[in-house]
């Protein structure tokens, strides 16, 4: 009676593994299959917490939106439109009476190009004296390398 059962079940499993045979190979060889789970498994998860950041990031948006709706229906509707306080910026430059005096603005432009001129002036006077205080250096010739 038990070999009868027994070669039932060896039939049994022997027919099932005939008709999958890539479980069987699974079975075959155990630490491929293994490390090879492992890794769809990590990619599962990795999944599933990347679809759960975007309904909290939704859910967080949404409640956002709601919060804001009565804000954009009054704007909507009577063009109001509530504005934070607003600090003075330090580096933002605003004089009025430059801009306006076209005059004033002409003068600013001539004394840029006088120091334009005299900036070139200094440039040319610098290269002047780089050139005559620089010794001439004797570059090695083809001759003085070969030698050494």
């Known amino acids: 009676m038990e070999i009868a059962i027994n ?3 060896k039939h049994l499993f022997d027919s099932w593994f005939a008709q999958h045979p890539n479980i069987y190979w699974l ?5 491929l299959s293994a490390s090879v789970t492992l890794i769809l498994i990590i990619f ?3 999944l599933l ?3 759960y950041r975007l309904v909290i ?3 967080d948006r949404l409640w956002l ?7 954009l229906l009054l704007k909507w509707l009577f063009g109001w439109e509530f504005k934070p306080k607003q600090q003075p910026n330090s580096l933002q430059v605003i004089n009025k009476e430059l801009i306006s005096d076209r005059q004033e603005l002409k003068i600013i432009n001539q004394r840029l190009d006088l120091i334009q001129q005299q900036q070139q002036q200094i440039l040319e006077e610098i290269t002047q004296l780089r050139q005559s205080q620089l010794p001439k250096l004797a570059l090695p010739t083809a001759e003085t390398i070969t030698t050494k």
């Open 7 to 9: 070669s039932w079940f």
């Open 27 to 31: 079975i075959e060889h155990p630490w």
């Open 44 to 46: 599962v998860v990795r």
């Open 49 to 51: 917490v990347a679809i």
């Open 57 to 59: 990031n939704t859910i």
């Open 65 to 71: 939106w709601i919060m804001r709706s009565p804000l």
